[in-house]
């Protein structure tokens, strides 16, 4: 007797990401309340389930979506305000200006358009800090992506809350307002060492363990802040953070790019993830991160485009592009951080490093977040081998569906849940208000 499912999907290539990383060819996909319940080849499936619907994507390569393990996705907003300058200087006097006189509206329209261009490049989910993300929250929601969401934590006030109680208030209220929702998680998420201090850094970590969620923060992102910290502390941020106890499998830290050897230790032998985001720290300067001396240590790893500001896009896949390049001439050696690495560092790193395991493969009991690639491209063929494809070849144009939890949320040009045309209205109008703010 054939099963029931919601949706059988059929395509011509599947990259699955299992465990023995199998690509199927005439491929499908069983869908049924948003979890994957079978895969394998069409003939198989399509005699042992009776769909809903059927969808046939014909000439697509069809994987896992890709996970942002890091971003300040309303920072699309302020896309292009300010570019070519030092960290230090492009964050205190032209970013974080502008950013403590934004409004939740302001915040959540930012989010909309990024959650739009993520879907449109095939990311699923992501990991997000900024400020009011309340109102980042309710975008993802509306979107109908996933994210794993979190208020940034300063040492001063910030236009969602006083000081540090109202802080760590506003996180327990996003956790209690999201707690039941299948696709947005929360976190704890203190900015950076130099804009926090150690009480402020323990009292987030204790919240994150209470409310059993991740702590994620900015880590050794520069040389600059590395001579702050030895400056203020005594010690560089990694070593900093570890005798407050805020290192271990809980903490996700973003960038991770000026490290001694003995840190990339200290990192991996604590399960600490990193989130390596390289087209930020090479338009910023910020230095090579050590992401295959992370990976050879044992690190976790996932990756991320950090935000619309140090990249300027969201887009996963040409961030995996730069992550694999960037190191082989950081190394000089063509070897290093190899295309199917990097993939797995944009689902399955990303999935172990947001602390969500149902994420980042296609196999039975998963859930359904996938993407679809158009293979009739002519940068997409000939194709010999999938995962060179997605990270060498591809520019995210060859997305022609995103669907998460078992929902198409983008397919062919439209968005099923956005209503894209008055969205860029909204826009418009927002970029009149962020210049007249300079
Ligand atoms: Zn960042």
Redesign the pocket.
Known sequence: MPTPCDTLLTCDVLMTQDMARTTINDAAIAITNGTITAVGPKTELQGSFTPASHLDLGPSLVMPGLINA?T?VSMTLLRGLADDLPLMDWLTKHIFPVEQKLTPELVRLGALLGCAEMLRTGTTCFCD?YLMEAAVAEAVHQSGIRARVGEVIFAFPSPAYPDLDGALDVARGLEERWESDTRIRTAVMPHAVYTTNPDLLQRSYALAEELDVPLHI?LAESTTETAQCLEQTGQRPVAYLQDLGLLGPRTLA?HCVDLTDDEISILADSGTCVSH?PE?NMKLASGFCPAQKLLDAGAMMGIGT??ACSNNNLNMFTEMGTAALVQKVHRMDPTVLRAQTVLDMATLGGAASLHWPELGSIEAGKAADLIALDLTRPNMQPMYNPASHAVYATNGGEVRLTMVEGEVLYQDGSYTRLDYPALLNEIREAAHWVQKQL
Do not use: I, K, L, R
Request: charged fraction near 10%.
């Open positions: 890091h300040h800090m900015h973003a985001c930020s950090d935000g």
